[in-house]
């Protein structure tokens, strides 16, 4: 195997390259630790010459002890420990690059069942490559002294880097992990890779292999989807492998949403979620939104689109008030107004939504409830919905001052509910 130091010295961003020599120093220095290596994502994207971000490092021997040893030279605090042999060093202000270090013990992963969590056992740097998802992810640089930039490429990962290919390491590793079926497109288009005939097969077969996936696996592989520079490539790719239709019969992306993505005029997540989701029927939503059992941003989002869908008509009406304007979209989670701006027709309706998107929605009575109560009002629900009345008055026009504000309140209000004062 190649060696690749003057990759590790000299063409590694200097945070890295500070990262690498304390791991050659330390490795040196642990009796329990056997051998040190960086690997998977950022051994990858040396080799192609693209900046890696966080680091990944695989122990032989006490992970634990060297991870402690390592977030201590760097001024990091204790590293947090996972149940599978993984420590995680949090840099915060330590480093302009990399923000976070994981430090695994090698280690053999079983999978009791398919898409279940896996069971570990440590074990050699060879077995730990191997349990990775593709094979460009599966190589380790030796950062120990003794074998310094000592490439360890099992699976012949550098040969697919060469062939510009993403290939799976085994027949079963979609059942073992259905995730891996996202992560293929992600890194494929990323990359600007093609996807191995065979892995491809692959993934139509493991297709079904979805339903076992949680809805928060589910929601953490479709964020990291939408958050990649290159999503709308990765949505067309995802839904002409049948990814989308996976996760839920309905789940489709119109042209026009990914020409808005596209265009990049928002990156908010919020707003590519209802992007994502916009034009979906009231019963497509609420399938998608029940499969990604999401909190309440993601059901109220996806929900969102056919609700607003059902209520816009009636804004295409000339003689609609401000008021009624508010009334119909106050319920309504801004990020699926937005998407209606962006992808839906150009209709009045449109103008409305901007209106309240960019007015009518921060526009407020000048009067308060402490006003009201002063004035005379006991105190109770009505004042709230006094205030709302008062609202609705200020944005038609009919009130215009704080004084007509609170003539308006008493007005509406029998001679009983008024203390005398």
Partial sequence: MPNLAQLLSTKSPVEHQQIFNLCRELSETIAQVESVYVVGGVVRDLILGREPVDADISVVGDAGAFSGALAGRLGAARPTESEFLTFKITLGNTSEGATSIDVVTARAETYPEPAALPDVVPSSIKDDLERRDFTVNSMGISLSDSDWGNLVDPMNGLGDIMRKRIRVLHDASFADDPTRLFRAVRYAVRLDFSIDSTTKSLIDDSLGKVDRLSGARLRNEFELMLGEPKRVEILHEAEDLGLLAAISPGLRI?????????????????????????????????????????????????????????????????????????????????????????????????????????????????????????????????????????????????????????????????GFLINPS
């Fill in 254 to 414: 119109g042209s026009r949403s990914l020409e808005v993505m596209e265009s990049g005029a928002s990156t908010r997540f919020e707003d590519l979620l209802a992007l994502s989701t916009f034009g979906l029927t009231q019963d497509e939503a609420e399938q998608v939104a029940k499969r990604f059992d999401g909190p309440e941003m993601w059901t109220k989002t996806i929900r969102g689109n056919p609700e607003l869908a059902d209520l816009v008509a009636v804004l295409d009406r000339s003689d609609i008030r401000r008021s009624e304007v508010a009334e119909i979209l106050d319920s309504v989670p801004l990020q699926s107004i937005r998407a209606y701006i962006a992808a839906g027709p150009p209709l009045p309706r449109r103008d409305r939504m901007i209106e309240y998107i960019d007015k009518i929605r921060f526009e407020r009575p000048e009067i308060t409830g402490d006003d009201l109560i002063a004035a005379g009002i006991e105190e109770g629900p009505v004042i709230g919905q006094l205030i709302d009345i008062v609202r609705r008055a200020r944005l038609d026009g009919q009130v215009k001052t704080k004084q007509e504000e609170l003539d308006l309140a008493k007005s509406r209000l029998p």
